[in-house]
């Protein structure tokens, strides 16, 4: 019987099941990943607005982990929307409490709607605390502007900010460049401290889906949890989610959302089934 391998994912809710918790799950077993959830924000949402939050306890999200550390330890983990200064705080504790691994970090600070998910004192204790421990940090444009205080219109912008970032503490950088105005690819940048890795992929038209970060972050850390190094896991995730996109389908009203079945296909594409 073979051990399945098992990822963590600490973030916020969604009702329509597009972000958040539910994508992140979606992701993890259609890579073949068991997963365990730790919620922090209760986000009223769909795929077009956000009508409201409510941030859990910090108690109760230390007690969450608690159980599943009495359970089973993951190999791989990542963190989303985290709401305030206090529950970054205590995930980046029980990270170190717990020995867990160095966590992928989505820096969800506002939702693609202008919704904030994380408050301008969670945004500092993210630089304090949990930048500082991140195997990867995943920004998209607007958030590494957050982050690094760079005002970003091209690739040269984003190496720069990457450079900030990384300063802070991350193992790796990976800025997203799908809010960039290309007009053909959509470009994103690995930087490991060492190399300037350029990711390009031809832009799927549309207006896009729901959670594509979300996915992205999600995907990276099943294969992390798989076994696979950063760079490899960075290229296994954004195949799966191109392809997740590509795939996207219409669900009532709203965005579209990500197909992580078709997503899951790049795993046999690439020989990487198993």
């Not at 990711?199 to 995907?219: D, K, V």
Request: with cysteine; charged share 15%.
């Amino acid at each position: 019987m073979s051990i399945q391998p098992l990822a963590l994912t600490v973030a916020g809710t969604d009702p329509c099941g597009g972000a958040g918790i539910p994508a992140d799950l979606k992701t993890f077993a259609a890579l073949g990943v068991y997963g365990f959830s730790v919620v922090t924000v209760v986000v009223a949402q769909n795929s077009s607005q956000v009508l409201g939050t409510a941030v859990v306890d910090r108690e109760m999200v230390g007690r969450q982990i608690l159980a599943l550390m009495a359970h089973s330890r993951p190999q791989a983990m990542k963190t989303g929307a985290l709401g305030n200064a206090e529950i970054v705080a205590e995930v980046a504790s029980a990270i170190s409490s717990f020995g867990l691994p160095a966590p992928v970090v989505d820096p969800v600070i506002l939702s693609s709607g202008g919704a904030r998910l994380l408050d301008k004192q969670g945004e500092d204790a993210m630089r304090k605390h949990l930048l500082p421990i991140a195997a990867l940090v995943t920004p998209n444009v607007p958030e590494a502007q957050a982050l690094s205080a760079i005002q970003i219109q091209n690739v040269a912008a984003m190496r720069e900010a990457a450079r900030v970032i990384y300063k802070m503490g991350p193992r790796a950088v990976l800025i997203k460049g799908g809010h960039l105005a290309a007009p053909q690819l959509a470009v994103d940048l690995l930087y490991d401290g060492q190399r300037y890795i350029e990711l390009a992929q031809e832009r799927i038209e549309g207006s896009g889906a729901h959670g594509t970060g979300c996915a992205l972050s999600a995907a990276i850390t099943a294969w992390l949890a798989r076994g696979a190094e950063m760079e490899d896991a960075v290229r296994k995730g954004k195949a799966f989610v191109t392809r997740a996109l590509r795939y996207a389908f219409q669900l009532g009203a709203g965005r579209p959302l990500l197909n992580p079945w078709a997503g899951a296909q790049s795993r046999k594409d690439n020989g990487s089934d198993g």
